[in-house]
């Protein structure tokens, strides 16, 4: 129900656009397509007050915007009365205005950059904080699952007279891991137990020395140094 065309001559700054709408259906932010970037005044609309109409006139100019629509880079909105014809004139933008439409179009470069940018950045952080937790996760099923393997291997120390506890003095988690098989001992009822704990890989050990003061003897060894 809407014909647009457009009025051509040997000078682009003497086109006109032509918008004819045959709809009995005002519209209030229709897009068209235009030729060229530039301004665009409403120079005749036949719903002017002039001719009887309701005066649903553009009374500003409206500046394209590179905005595709109608197969055309370049585009306008404007409104359109029911059952109306449109004329506008084109003017093409200074100098002063097409550097402040470039200005305006860095600016929003720039803005988008930061925005992408920042949902990068929280992409990343969400991914990270995902991966901690997956590791998390994981280490706390390989410590369950270590701490059952523990508990088939000592079941036979309810039976023991003497339990010898070997600890790698030089790890770093050395104290967790005792607190973990006397925790197992504690669960599988085999306390009371005389405790022999050797301290090995003393050749290894840096900074303050690994005590154990729930074993009953201490010995403290390397197989490399003895």
Do not use: W
Request: charged share 35%; proline share 2%.
């Amino acid at each position: 129900n809407v014909i647009v065309f457009l009025r051509k001559t040997a000078k682009d700054k003497d086109t006109l656009l032509v918008v004819c709408n045959f709809a009995n259906e005002k519209r209030t932010d229709y897009k068209i397509g235009v030729p060229y970037p530039g301004k665009y005044k409403e120079i005749l609309n036949s719903d002017a007050r002039k001719f009887g109409g309701e005066n649903d006139i553009n009374v500003r100019a409206i500046a394209s915007k590179e905005e595709e629509c109608d197969g055309r880079e370049d585009s306008i909105r404007i409104k359109m009365p029911a059952l109306s014809m449109q004329i506008f004139s084109y003017t093409p933008f200074t100098a002063k205005e097409k550097a402040e439409i470039e200005r305006l179009k860095e600016e929003e470069r720039q803005r988008k950059l930061e925005q992408e940018k920042l949902e990068q950045a929280k992409a990343a952080e969400t991914e990270a904080r995902k991966l901690a937790d997956e590791a998390k996760e994981q280490a706390k099923r390989a410590q369950e699952e270590a701490k059952e393997a523990l508990k088939r291997a000592m079941e036979e120390a309810k039976y023991a007279d003497y339990i010898i506890h070997v600890v790698d003095a030089s790890n770093p988690q050395a104290e967790l891991q005792m607190h973990t098989v006397y925790e197992t001992l504690r669960e599988l009822g085999a306390t009371g137990k005389k405790i022999i704990t050797l301290l090995n890989k003393q050749d290894q050990v840096q900074g303050e020395a690994l005590r154990d003061f729930r074993a009953d003897y201490t010995v403290k060894c390397s197989a490399r140094t003895g």
